[in-house]
């Protein structure tokens, strides 16, 4: 069984920063992408940066130059530093991964961005 636990949620003023981390545990053999997603209320959840295992990224456009994605292959564990955050930004943000049993998510953390 697989677990993913995030941390670093919280309340931020507009511009300011965040960091989420993420650590998988349990029976792995392997983790290979790893990534963030959000989802705001009444919004679908939507893709935020991923990573490959090899250093590969993907952002999405809202946060390109903003957010940075980064792992720790060594402690199966996963960051998105935030930066100069935005209200639009408040949402509830999921870690995943992918391994060879399948895809896993966390429970999410609450991010609040206040104007």
């Known amino acids: 069984q697989v677990q993913l636990v995030e941390s670093g949620g919280g309340l931020v003023q507009a511009g300011g920063s965040l960091m989420l981390s993420c650590a998988a545990s349990?029976?792995?053999?392997?983790?290979?992408?790893m990534g963030w997603y959000r989802q705001a209320p009444g919004n679908q959840r939507e893709l935020v940066a991923t990573m490959t295992r090899g250093g590969s990224t993907n952002y999405a456009d809202s946060v390109k130059g903003r957010f940075t994605i980064s792992r720790d292959n060594a402690k199966n564990t996963v960051y998105l530093q935030m930066n100069g955050l935005k209200p639009e930004d408040t949402a509830v943000y999921y870690c995943a991964a992918s391994f060879i049993s399948g895809d896993y998510w966390g429970q999410g953390t609450q991010v609040t961005v206040s104007s």
């Open positions: 349990g029976t792995i053999f392997r983790v290979n992408a």
